[in-house]
């Protein structure tokens, strides 16, 4: 009899060192974020000011139509930006604070997805600004293709900002590629 409890607890016993050793199976590649310096703080909480509707120039005709759609989300800890809402080029990009800087992912209309990241706000004639850079792709079918790689945030005193989207092309930061989009607040 007395053998007979003791497999169901070998059993638990064996159950729990497994439990334990998967949970560290799955930990490689996770790591503790790194504290977060004021720098990078302030520069999240300046992105966190844009939640709102936006518009944005047409470069053609001049003319201000919807742009951008900015929203605070995940206990305040993203900003999710829809730009272009509903046309056929809609991109989402999501900001956070990961430890010394603010990241932000781009969900490209070309189907990959640049990871760019800022360490913080820079004064500038213009305002303050955020310059963000590459630190990874995902989804790029070629290592030599085209993806959006380099950002300008100008955060102006009047109060719009400017985005000015760089793209890397055949591995070289390219301006002719380059966009920049002037947005002001829906009124």
């Known amino acids: 009899m007395r053998s007979l409890l003791l497999i169901?607890?070998?059993?638990?016993?064996?159950?729990?060192?497994?439990?334990q050793h998967d949970h560290h199976s799955h930990a490689s590649g996770?790591?503790?974020?790194?504290?977060?310096?004021?720098?990078?703080?302030?520069?999240?909480?300046?992105?966190?000011?844009?939640?709102?509707?936006?518009?944005?120039?047409?470069?053609e005709t001049g003319a201000w139509m919807p742009s951008a759609s900015m929203k605070v989300s995940s206990n305040n800890s993203v900003l999710r930006e829809l730009m272009f809402p509903g046309s056929a080029h809609e991109m989402t990009n999501m900001y956070h604070l990961?430890?010394?800087?603010?990241?932000?992912?781009?969900?490209?209309?070309m189907g990959n997805q640049p990871r760019l990241a800022s360490r913080g706000l820079q004064p500038s004639p213009q305002?303050?600004?955020?310059?963000?850079?590459?630190?990874s792709v995902s989804n790029l079918a070629d290592a030599q293709g085209m993806f959006m790689g380099d950002l300008l945030v100008n955060f102006r005193p009047d109060g719009t900002i400017s985005q000015n989207w760089r793209s890397y092309d055949k591995g070289v930061l390219s301006d002719a590629h380059s966009v920049e989009i002037v947005l002001r607040r829906r009124k």
């Not at 169901?8 to 016993?13: K, N, R, T, W, Y």
């Not at 990961?98 to 209309?109: A, N, S």
Request: aromatic share 6%; glycine share 10%.
């Open 8 to 19: 169901p607890l070998a059993a638990l016993v064996l159950l729990s060192g497994c439990a």
């Open 30 to 59: 996770v790591r503790a974020a790194i504290a977060t310096t004021p720098e990078a703080k302030a520069a999240w909480e300046k992105l966190r000011t844009l939640e709102g509707e936006w518009e944005g120039q047409h470069p």
């Open 127 to 135: 305002g303050e600004t955020l310059h963000f850079t590459i630190d």
């Open 98 to 109: 990961d430890g010394d800087r603010v990241v932000l992912t781009h969900y490209c209309g």
